[in-house]
């Protein structure tokens, strides 16, 4: 401490400069030989005056002290504490306010009148003070322990709490795990049986089809057999007449045959232009004809469904030299839908102008035109025998028409809705219309009433055609779906279901064997009658295609476009042989004629044209 002192007191002295003067290094008393001492020209520091602070900082550092002289760093300053402050502070921190209160008043009075006198109060050692913050540490630490053990109580029931989750969800998953054990085993035997049950269902399929073979073989022999029956009855009846005795024969059957072979004679008369053939339809609105029977199918004999003779095959070769050759412009608004003559060279078309109207194929002049319907036409179809036409509307009626006469001799009206095709039986006898209220009917012309009404399709049904010489016909749908139906039963007898877009059209080919079908996707595709399976599949979109047709050889096949072309296509690979595009808009439909010396098309731009 005095060390401190002497060096506080140099330290105050040192704020007046002192300067030494320079004198010239003699020899002393001491006996000691001094020297001159050279000192280089830029060495300035001893030519400058040096202070006494200067001075006894170097001074310091020869003898370690530096850290005396430097000036103190600020900060705070522990005091030590007083004896009644450190009173106060115990009585104040163990809550007792009455004896601080007590303490306070005595004091104070005491320093009033002058008992307390000391200049220097009495200090609490440094013991007491430090073991009063070792006890006010304990007290915090203390207070601390016991959060800590609240919140170790509260892990230890959030830890007792998780244990009996994990042991819950643990037991859940050893429950599923069994659950899923037994599922697993259920599929298992499930698939077994689904096996079995599928093999015992193929043996009822087989079991089935040759149950309808066997029902098929069983109708036909009782049809033959009827007919013999008939012809026996036919030639008793001779024998009795010839014999000159009369005995009763059943009058059914042969006013059935009366019946259907003056109808047919009707037909087949018609050369007089005045006089309609009415005896086809309408006399079963009297009720003076039973309803006909349908003729079962029998194989065809291969010239009957042969092309014929005079009819020129459509080779590759001709389909890229096809040219328009003739417009035909009398309606005025879109052509729909066209027929052509089997035997005679005329051919019919209607339109959504209502009307109807009969061409001669030959001059390409108009024959007659007639306002049809009270809304647009959608199809029309030639009689086997050329006698009359067929129309269906969409006034929800289809119409039979006298050539000769141009009136119409029949009106069906039970649709409910537009009907867009119809289609004459190879017979002559039967009429199938197809309609937008999803039904088939098929008519009964010389009962001249709905022999049957065909309930499958799921939506419109949009087009129709018979098989030539058979009971079957085939129908495409706005469910994209094509029915094959035996019309004797009014049952389908098949489904062909590839289509992804509504089916506008489906026509056999001559012999049969082949069915196109066409959609609105633009996709056409041809299928094998024999086991319903597409031969080949061609994608023409993305505009839709509306019609299609065979020419008589069934080599090509002709597809129209809504994109008012026509394309020529093989009938086997669908490949393109050759495109047409003198219309000027959507091409509605296409027909061959018979002996194939034209193609002919109806398209939306009011005309049809014939190609050759």
Request: charged share 20%.
């Amino acid at each position: 401490r005095e060390r401190e002192r002497e060096i506080t007191q140099t330290c105050n002295m040192a704020d007046s400069t002192h300067t030494m003067e320079k004198v010239p290094a003699a020899g002393g008393d001491d006996g000691y030989e001094y020297g001159l001492v050279d000192v280089p020209d830029g060495d300035d520091d001893l030519n400058q005056p040096e202070t006494l602070q200067q001075a006894l900082r170097s001074k310091g550092n020869e003898r370690g002290h530096v850290a005396l002289l430097e000036d103190p760093e600020p900060g705070p300053v522990d005091h030590p504490e007083l004896a009644e402050d450190f009173v106060r502070n115990f009585l104040f921190n163990n809550g007792l306010s009455r004896s601080l209160d007590c303490f306070e008043q005595e004091w104070y009075e005491q320093c009033q009148s002058g008992d307390i006198k000391s200049k220097h109060p009495a200090k609490i050692p440094d013991i007491y003070i430090f073991n009063q913050q070792l006890q006010d540490q304990v007290t915090d630490l203390q207070a601390d322990v016991k959060a800590e053990r609240m919140r170790a109580k509260k892990a230890a029931g959030t830890h007792s709490k998780l244990i009996k989750e994990r042991d819950f969800h643990r037991t859940q998953h050893r429950r599923l795990a069994s659950d899923k054990n037994k599922l697993l085993a259920e599929m298992k035997r499930m698939h077994d049986h689904q096996a079995v049950l599928k093999q015992q269902v193929d043996e009822l399929q087989g079991k089935f089809a040759s149950a309808m073979r066997q029902r098929t073989l069983t109708k036909i022999s009782r049809d033959r057999a009827s007919e013999e029956a008939s012809g026996l009855r036919s030639t008793l009846t001779q024998l009795e007449k010839s014999l000159g005795t009369e005995r009763p024969v059943g009058g059914r059957s042969s006013g059935r045959s009366s019946g259907r072979s003056s109808g047919a004679t009707t037909l087949t008369s018609g050369a007089q232009p005045a006089a309609p053939s009415k005896t086809l339809v309408g006399a079963g609105a009297l009720g003076g004809v039973s309803p006909t029977e349908m003729i079962p199918d029998q194989p065809p004999a291969p010239q009957a469904v042969a092309p014929p003779p005079t009819s020129t095959p459509m080779t590759a070769s001709r389909a890229l030299a096809l040219q328009n050759v003739k417009s035909l412009t009398t309606h005025t608004q879109a052509v729909s839908a066209l027929a052509v003559f089997l035997d005679h060279p005329m051919l019919a078309t209607v339109s959504d102008d209502k009307s109807l109207t009969l061409w001669d194929s030959e001059s390409g002049s108009p024959i007659w035109s007639v306002q049809a319907h009270r809304d647009w036409i959608g199809g029309c179809d030639d009689h086997p025998q050329g006698q009359h036409l067929s129309t269906a509307s969409g006034d929800a009626t289809a119409k039979i028409w006298d050539v000769n006469s141009a009136q119409c001799v029949a009106t069906f009206a039970e649709h409910s809705h537009a009907v867009w095709d119809c289609a004459f039986h190879h017979s002559g006898d039967f009429l199938a219309t197809a309609s937008m209220d999803n039904t088939v009917k098929v008519w009964d012309l010389h009962a001249s009433r709905c022999r049957n009404t065909l309930r499958v399709h799921k939506d419109s049904v949009n087009s129709i055609n018979f098989q030539l010489l058979s009971n079957t016909f085939v129908t495409a749908g706005a469910d994209k779906s094509l029915i094959l139906w035996d019309a004797r039963t009014g049952l389908p007898t098949s489904t062909l279901n590839s289509h992804r877009a509504s089916c506008n059209r489906a026509v056999f080919n001559r012999a049969g064997t082949t069915v196109c079908s066409v959609d609105s996707s633009g996709v056409a595709m041809l299928w094998e009658m024999r086991t319903g399976q597409p031969l080949s599949s061609v994608e023409f979109g993305p505009h839709p295609l509306n019609g299609c047709a065979f020419d008589a050889s069934g080599s090509v096949v002709a597809l129209a476009s809504n994109d008012g072309t026509i394309r020529v296509c093989d009938a086997v690979t669908l490949d393109e042989l050759s495109q047409l595009t003198e219309h000027t808009d959507a091409v509605q439909a296409v027909a061959f004629e018979a002996h194939g010396n034209f193609l002919c098309s109806a398209s939306s731009d009011c005309t049809a044209r014939l190609w050759a």
